[in-house]
């Protein structure tokens, strides 16, 4: 949903004072966005003060309400309204003073012109039971493109850890659009019935389309079928957003002379480039799990899903006329809007491209990934797990002239207390490889066969102990826990069980040229480890030995241990693999 919501949310240890300061605060945004704004109809502003936010602590919240309108202008009417629903409000008229007693119905200033919805209102059905729900699914079933959107009741108190569960979800045609009731539906339907639903958004024959899906979908895992589904599981899904930009990127005069960073984020500013009136977005935050519906929550529900086929229409037609392909490859929409991102922000490093060495970052919690793909091609970089502290991290981002790599969220926070050029924000639901690319290009960073797996990927450690088989052997015998692995591994950390040869087939070579590059800082073992207790001497790390695997041990004759946190390496494809995996998405050459 909005700013608006999140900005009030709060988590459930908060002390009853701090919690009423809250709900003061949110009272006063909604009065504001009512009445100052224009932003919410009358209904949904009532919902919202009446039937949420207010019942929490009628006592003081009643009169603070009622106080907070009448220092506003234009507010009588709402005040009339909420005295008629409270009665009196506790005798709030004569301790205040209040003498305005206008009819208690809200006369809107000025009326602004919005999108109208196409569709006629006897195509737009409720379906709240089974017999509406599977009439629903054959029309849906026999169409060729279908928009989607969903609405919930906006949690404006409890906080935001769990989703608040869809209560509407709109399917539009181009004929006919249908709100599913999931109150009423989830009571009643079985999982068969469901079924039919995801065969929908599994077909390949019909066009799905969204705006900002993931949000939508999540908020489907109540439902078996959908548990585990995600966009970029359906085919031809396709979220118009990043379409629209990259349009907007390959021919500005699409839009106006608009280029990518100009087009609206929004649906309804995109509504507005297209069409020149924008959507009606004042019933977006109300009460969706209020039944029945009110008739404009109807309409407006109904239009969200609609004008997706409307957009997608002038879209594929304004294409066709300057003979830009339509649609676009298939990319999930974070993967697409990290691309767009990349395309269109300035490389850091015009003159010259720079060794992985020359930068070091710090990844955020939800980078791991991406923080691992960084050690594999030799960049010194550092992953703030859980653990660390908002002080921790920039104090270490700073002290050691690092990059923090965090979500766009977190760094329009964090990017004002570090340095400029510090800080930079990177999707969080792109895969990893695609995050990779977009730091690789951005920093302009060289990746070469020396750089490749010079660092270790669980610690970002970069000194190794050298040791032979014999020694390891000798630490094999001292550890309680080793184990002989059932599945072969090669170059890389003892813990993995990816099998990528055939070891009987093919015998373990010893340290060849490509592996010994790796490692660049090497130490001997018989210096740097204790063989009575198998640590590390330097730090106590205990060498990780448990799944070495003993048949595979009689043929590898040269291993590297990491000194930093004990992971054991030792040669094979796994150099190769990473190379050619590199070549395949673009970011060497072969």
Same mark, same amino acid.
């Given at each position: 949903?909005?700013?608006?919501?999140?900005r009030?949310?709060?988590?459930l240890?908060?002390?009853d004072h701090?919690k009423?300061s809250?709900l003061r605060?949110?009272?006063?945004?909604?009065?504001?966005?009512?009445?100052s704004?224009?932003s919410?109809?009358f209904?949904?502003?009532?919902?919202?003060?009446t039937?949420?936010l207010?019942p929490?602590?009628?006592y003081?919240?009643?009169?603070?309400?009622?106080?907070?309108?009448?220092?506003?202008g234009n507010?009588e009417?709402g005040?009339?309204?909420?005295?008629?629903?409270?009665?009196?409000?506790?005798?709030w008229?004569?301790?205040?003073g209040?003498?305005?007693?206008?009819?208690?119905?809200?006369?809107?200033?000025?009326?602004?012109?919005y999108?109208?919805?196409?569709?006629?209102r006897?195509a737009?059905?409720?379906?709240?039971s089974?017999e509406?729900?599977?009439i629903s699914?054959?029309k849906?079933? &026999?169409s060729?493109?279908?928009g989607?959107?969903?609405?919930?009741?906006?949690? =404006?108190?409890?906080?935001?850890?769990?989703?608040?569960?869809i *209560?509407?979800l709109?399917?539009a045609?181009?004929?006919?659009?249908?709100?599913?009731?999931? =109150?009423?539906l989830?009571c009643i339907?079985?999982?068969d019935d469901?079924?039919?639903l995801?065969d929908?958004f599994?077909s390949?024959a019909?066009?799905k389309?969204?705006?900002?899906?993931?949000?939508d979908?999540a908020?489907?895992?109540e439902?078996?079928?959908?548990?585990k589904e995600?966009?970029?599981?359906y085919p031809n899904?396709?979220?118009?957003?990043p379409?629209?930009?990259?349009l907007?990127? !390959?021919?500005?005069d699409?839009?106006?002379r608009?280029?990518?960073?100009?087009?609206?984020?929004?649906?309804?500013g995109i509504?507005?480039?297209l069409?020149?009136?924008?959507?009606d977005?004042r $019933?977006?935050?109300?009460?969706?799990?209020r039944?029945p519906?009110?008739?404009s929550?109807?309409?407006?529900?109904?239009?969200d899903?609609f004008?997706?086929?409307?957009?997608?229409?002038v879209?594929?037609?304004?294409?066709a006329d300057?003979?830009?392909?339509?649609?676009p490859?298939?990319m999930?929409?974070?993967e697409?809007?990290?691309?767009l991102?990349?395309?269109?922000?300035p490389?850091?490093?015009?003159?010259?491209?720079i &060794?992985?060495?020359?930068?070091?970052f710090?990844?955020d919690?939800h980078?791991?990934?991406?923080s691992r793909?960084?050690?594999?091609?030799g960049?010194d970089?550092e992953?703030?797990?859980e653990?660390?502290?908002?002080?921790?991290?920039l104090?270490?981002t700073?002290?050691?002239?690092?990059i923090?790599?965090?979500?766009p969220a977190?760094w329009?926070?964090?990017? !004002?207390q570090?340095?400029?050029?510090?800080?930079?924000?990177?999707s969080n639901n792109a895969?990893?490889?695609?995050?990779?690319?977009y730091?690789?290009?951005m920093?302009?960073?060289?990746?070469?066969r020396?750089s490749?797996?010079s660092r270790?990927?669980?610690?970002?450690?970069?000194?190794?102990?050298?040791?032979?088989?014999h020694?390891?052997?000798?630490?094999v015998?001292l550890?309680?826990?080793s184990?002989?692995?059932s599945?072969?591994q090669?170059?890389?950390p003892a813990r993995?069980?990816?099998?990528? $040869?055939?070891?009987?087939?093919?015998?373990?070579p010893?340290?060849g040229?490509?592996f010994?590059?790796c490692?660049k800082?090497?130490?001997?073992?018989?210096?740097t480890i204790?063989?009575?207790t198998? !640590?590390?001497?330097l730090n106590?790390i *205990?060498?990780?030995?448990?799944s070495?695997?003993e048949?595979?041990m009689?043929r590898v004759k040269?291993?590297?241990?990491?000194?930093?946190?004990?992971?054991v390496?030792?040669?094979g494809?796994?150099?190769g693999?990473?190379?050619h995996?590199?070549?395949?998405? !673009?970011?060497?050459?072969?």
């Amino acid at each position: 949903m909005t700013s608006s919501i999140y900005r009030f949310k709060m988590a459930l240890h908060i002390t009853d004072h701090e919690k009423l300061s809250r709900l003061r605060s949110a009272i006063c945004a909604f009065n504001s966005k009512m009445f100052s704004h224009g932003s919410m109809s009358f209904d949904a502003w009532l919902e919202i003060i009446t039937d949420d936010l207010v019942p929490r602590d009628p006592y003081s919240l009643r009169h603070f309400t009622l106080n907070d309108l009448r220092s506003r202008g234009n507010t009588e009417e709402g005040i009339a309204r909420l005295l008629h629903i409270w009665d009196g409000a506790d005798g709030w008229i004569e301790s205040s003073g209040y003498q305005g007693m206008p009819d208690g119905k809200f006369h809107p200033q000025m009326e602004c012109s919005y999108y109208g919805l196409k569709l006629p209102r006897e195509a737009i059905s409720v379906v709240d039971s089974k017999e509406t729900f599977l009439i629903s699914l054959e029309k849906l079933e &026999a169409s060729d493109i279908i928009g989607i959107d969903g609405e919930w009741k906006p949690d =404006l108190v409890e906080g935001h850890k769990n989703l608040q569960l869809i *209560s509407i979800l709109q399917l539009a045609t181009r004929s006919h659009c249908f709100l599913l009731d999931f =109150l009423q539906l989830c009571c009643i339907l079985h999982l068969d019935d469901w079924k039919r639903l995801s065969d929908i958004f599994n077909s390949p024959a019909i066009i799905k389309l969204g705006f900002a899906l993931d949000g939508d979908f999540a908020r489907l895992e109540e439902i078996p079928v959908f548990s585990k589904e995600t966009t970029a599981n359906y085919p031809n899904l396709f979220d118009v957003k990043p379409i629209v930009k990259w349009l907007a990127a !390959k021919d500005p005069d699409m839009f106006e002379r608009r280029t990518e960073r100009e087009i609206p984020g929004s649906l309804t500013g995109i509504i507005n480039v297209l069409f020149g009136e924008p959507l009606d977005k004042r $019933e977006q935050i109300s009460n969706w799990e209020r039944r029945p519906l009110r008739e404009s929550q109807i309409i407006y529900a109904a239009l969200d899903a609609f004008c997706l086929i409307e957009v997608w229409d002038v879209l594929r037609s304004r294409s066709a006329d300057r003979n830009i392909a339509f649609p676009p490859g298939k990319m999930s929409p974070s993967e697409e809007a990290l691309k767009l991102e990349l395309a269109a922000f300035p490389v850091m490093n015009l003159d010259a491209a720079i &060794a992985a060495s020359a930068k070091k970052f710090i990844c955020d919690t939800h980078l791991e990934g991406l923080s691992r793909r960084l050690r594999n091609i030799g960049v010194d970089t550092e992953f703030a797990d859980e653990t660390w502290t908002e002080q921790q991290l920039l104090e270490q981002t700073m002290r050691d002239d690092r990059i923090f790599l965090t979500s766009p969220a977190r760094w329009a926070i964090v990017r !004002k207390q570090l340095p400029r050029g510090c800080c930079f924000s990177i999707s969080n639901n792109a895969k990893a490889i695609r995050q990779l690319e977009y730091v690789v290009r951005m920093f302009n960073i060289a990746i070469t066969r020396d750089s490749v797996l010079s660092r270790c990927s669980s610690c970002n450690g970069d000194v190794f102990i050298h040791a032979t088989r014999h020694e390891v052997m000798l630490l094999v015998k001292l550890s309680p826990t080793s184990e002989v692995a059932s599945t072969p591994q090669s170059a890389q950390p003892a813990r993995s069980t990816r099998c990528t $040869e055939n070891t009987r087939d093919n015998p373990i070579p010893t340290a060849g040229p490509d592996f010994a590059t790796c490692f660049k800082n090497v130490v001997e073992a018989r210096e740097t480890i204790d063989f009575l207790t198998g !640590k590390v001497t330097l730090n106590g790390i *205990s060498v990780d030995v448990g799944s070495l695997q003993e048949f595979k041990m009689s043929r590898v004759k040269d291993y590297y241990i990491c000194s930093s946190c004990g992971k054991v390496y030792w040669p094979g494809t796994h150099f190769g693999r990473t190379w050619h995996f590199l070549i395949a998405n !673009k970011l060497v050459q072969a």
